[in-house]
């Protein structure tokens, strides 16, 4: 079994930062690739940024410039560094796991007040 755990979200004013923390356990045989995404109430989920096993990121447009993706391979951890939250970053932000069918966390929630 993979578990896929989420930390880090809060309540944060507009302007502000928060680290999200990913954290991926369980039977994972090989490093593969990683990738955050993010639901607002009352829109379907999009894609935030991802990151492979070697470490090449790639960000949804919206957030180029301000979020930073990282990984520790050696932890099966994944983060995501937010700067300059704005108040349409508010979201439940998920992790998922490109391993097999892929894996997902249970959500961590993020709101940013303006």
């Known amino acids: 079994q993979v578990q896929v755990v989420e930390s880090g979200g809060g309540s944060v004013q507009a302007g502000g930062s928060l680290r999200l923390s990913c954290a991926a356990s369980?039977?994972?045989?090989?490093?593969?690739?990683m990738a955050w995404y993010r639901q607002a109430p009352g829109k379907q989920r999009e894609a935030v940024a991802s990151?492979?096993?070697?470490?090449?990121?790639n960000y949804a447009d919206s957030v180029k410039g301000r979020f930073t993706v990282s990984r520790d391979n050696a932890k099966n951890t994944m983060y995501l560094q937010m700067n300059s939250l704005k108040a349409e970053d508010t979201a439940v932000y998920y992790c998922?796991?490109?391993?097999?069918?892929?894996?997902w966390g249970q959500g961590t929630h993020v709101t940013v007040s303006s």
């Open positions: 998922k796991l490109f391993l097999g069918e892929g894996y």
């Open positions: 990151i492979t096993r070697e470490g090449i990121a």
């Open positions: 369980g039977i994972i045989n090989r490093i593969v690739t």
